[in-house]
Nanobody
Framework: QVHLVESGGGLVQAGGSLRLSCAAS????????MAWYRQAPGKQRELVAG???????NYADSVEGRFTISRDNARNTVYLEMNSLKSEDTAVYYC??????????????WGQGTQVTVSS
């Protein structure tokens, strides 16, 4: 089993910055894709940014140039640096991992979510 714990959410003024972290733990064999999703009230969950084990990244158009995803493979941790935050970035942010636990198979894992609120 792989467990994900997010941290770093909170309240910030528009134009400010936040850094989210997500640490994976448990009986990890491999962590392939690590990503951040978000869900605003009344909206569907959407992909914010993703990063492969090789370091390739992709971003939603709405955050391109403002957010940066990175990962520390030694620490099994993925980060999301968020700059120039806007009120429309307000959402619950979820950590996502596609990986394999020991004696298991490739599957998706989700964190509990962390609230990000941007005040205008």
């Amino acid at each position: 089993q792989v467990h994900l714990v997010e941290s770093g959410g909170g309240l910030v003024q528009a134009g400010g910055s936040l850094r989210l972290s997500c640490a994976a733990s448990g009986s990890i064999y491999s962590l392939d894709v690590m990503a951040w999703y978000r869900q605003a009230p009344g909206k569907q969950r959407e992909l914010v940014a993703g990063i492969t084990s090789g370091g390739s990244t992709n971003y939603a158009d709405s955050v391109e140039g403002r957010f940066t995803i990175s990962r520390d493979n030694a620490r099994n941790t993925v980060y999301l640096e968020m700059n120039s935050l806007k009120s429309e970035d307000t959402a619950v942010y979820y950590c996502y991992v596609r990986g394999t636990a020991l004696r298991s198979w490739l599957r998706d894992y989700w964190g509990q979510g962390t609230q990000v609120t941007v005040s205008s």
